[in-house]
């Protein structure tokens, strides 16, 4: 790009799976807008959420950096949850500090969730606001006639998992709104100065509450959930049930509107890049769309995130650089981390790689050939019951999960069983296999300076007692 100055505009989804986008090898899936994305600039295919879930991801995307420096390990939402530290920069300070305008709209989930970190203008839909003058999008629905729901994103509770409908006209929606609030934006901007925008949708995160007009766009449509057929971890095996769906015409239903969620919001996307297109924008401006984490969506018998399975970690990353080749595949593990270096690489502003986990993806577009990292890590450690934390290891092709309480492992073959339903680290065949990404395991956590290695060896720690965490629907 010849502008030093591109304006950024980073698209998130909440609980996006990579394997529910159609360029991504999805071929019952409706993604137009995505799959453009995807043709006109490049898709990463072994992207990953380093911790999969909402809070956690979302710092790990501002500052560049793991839950040890930031404080976010898990959802936390109690009165004495941390704040990002103040001595940390986000994206949106030092972007704002080099002359971008800077905006937030939908949802960001910081803490505390009206905390700007760094942003001009911050336009906020909550999940569950605390309150109504709290939240712009609550505020918009009451100037529309409608500060009676309260319900606004669908009904939570008993019904957190279950499919439902919108109580909202298309034109209220959520999803509308967020793309409308950018578009406004866009028309007022128009180029006067370099922006930085973040636009965070909250589907297809559950409850689903789908407007009708989608609502049937898949029935029929889905594969069904991949049957785990190896035991899974100590902390999926408590949340088995946590959806409380065994219905096959129940499980089948809610795939079906996660699908249509996805495509509502693709739809929405294709108006932004056309705004972008009508004001003059779209080839001077960075265009990456990711993920906060994934779904298991029944797979394994699983819902939700938090876990190191592919359903809940692995994310869509596209990234369209105007100026770069169209259609690029890059297969090197990258992850959400690797975000906000892009985005310095992109405006030029210098800085020491050293200070961040992630590298910009820009090093690979320019240059393919660039040596990269051999693998990522992937990490969870909830607060709701802290003996269930697990580290893991992967390059996109081999899978290492290591659970921190009673040393147990896992390995799988990501290429032969992209679904890991066949765990290999108990079979002696693969003992070699097993004792490399072991040994990686033991460098990675002496390097953080955790205490589950010692003297190059993984230890085994005593198992806690088991509880089921009684999670809030985040």
């Not at 501002?62 to 040890?68: D, K, N, Q, V």
């Not at 460098?443 to 007692?465: F, I, M, N, S, W």
Request: aromatic letters at 10%; charged letters at 25%; one cysteine or more.
């Amino acid at each position: 790009m010849d502008n030093k100055n591109p304006n950024i505009l980073l698209i998130t989804c909440d609980q996006l799976r990579q394997d529910f986008v159609g360029c991504y090898g999805a071929g019952f899936m409706h993604t137009p807008n995505m799959d453009r994305l995807a043709a006109e600039g490049c898709r990463f295919t072994n992207a990953y959420s380093p911790n999969p879930v909402c809070i956690p991801a979302r710092h790990n995307l501002m500052t560049g950096l793991p839950a040890r420096y930031h404080g976010f390990d898990d959802n936390n939402f109690e009165s004495d949850a941390p704040s990002c530290p103040y001595f940390l920069p986000t994206m949106a300070e030092i972007l704002g500090d080099a002359h971008y305008e800077t905006i937030a709209i939908g949802k960001m989930h910081f803490k505390p969730e009206r905390r700007a970190t760094g942003f001009d203008f911050f336009l906020n839909m909550d999940e569950l606001p605390q309150a109504r003058e709290q939240d712009d999008y609550a505020m918009f629905l009451k100037e529309k006639g409608f500060g009676h729901l309260q319900s606004i994103h669908g009904v939570r509770t008993c019904l957190y998992m279950q499919p439902q409908r919108s109580l909202l006209p298309e034109e209220l929606h959520g999803t509308r709104w967020v793309a409308d609030r950018a578009i406004d934006y866009l028309k007022t901007n128009r180029g006067q100065a370099p922006f930085f925008m973040w636009a965070g949708f909250i589907h297809p995160h559950p409850p689903l509450d789908i407007p009708d007009s989608w609502a049937d766009l898949y029935s029929g449509k889905i594969p069904p959930p991949v049957p785990g057929t190896t035991p899974v971890s100590v902390l999926a095996e408590e949340n088995r049930q946590l959806a409380c769906l065994e219905n096959a015409q129940v499980l089948r239903r809610i795939r079906e509107l996660y699908a249509s969620a996805i495509s509502h919001v693709d739809h929405h996307i294709g108006r932004m890049l056309q705004c972008l297109e009508e004001q003059g924008l779209l080839e001077n401006t960075v265009i990456l769309m990711t993920s906060d984490h994934g779904d298991m969506l029944g797979d394994h018998h699983l819902w939700r995130k938090t876990y190191g399975y592919e359903a809940s970690a692995r994310v869509p990353m596209l990234l369209r650089w105007p100026g770069g080749e169209a259609g690029q595949v890059f297969s090197q593990p990258v992850e959400l981390r690797d975000i906000m270096p892009t985005f310095l690489d992109a405006a030029g502003i210098a800085y020491n790689p050293e200070w961040f986990d992630g590298r910009s993806l820009l090093s690979l577009v320019r240059d393919p050939s660039t040596p990269w990292r051999e693998f990522i890590d992937l990490e969870h450690s909830t607060c709701y019951a802290p003996e269930n934390n697990w580290t893991g290891l992967t390059d996109g092709k081999t899978k290492y999960i290591f659970y921190a309480p009673d040393a147990r492992e896992q390995l799988f073959d990501l290429t032969a069983d992209p679904h890991e339903t066949h765990d290999l680290a108990p079979l002696a065949e693969h003992r070699e296999t097993l004792e490399l990404w072991r040994s990686r395991m033991a460098e990675h956590l002496a390097e953080r300076g955790e205490p589950y290695v010692k003297d190059g060896e993984l230890l085994r720690r005593q198992q806690g007692t088991v509880r089921s965490p009684n999670y809030p629907a985040e």
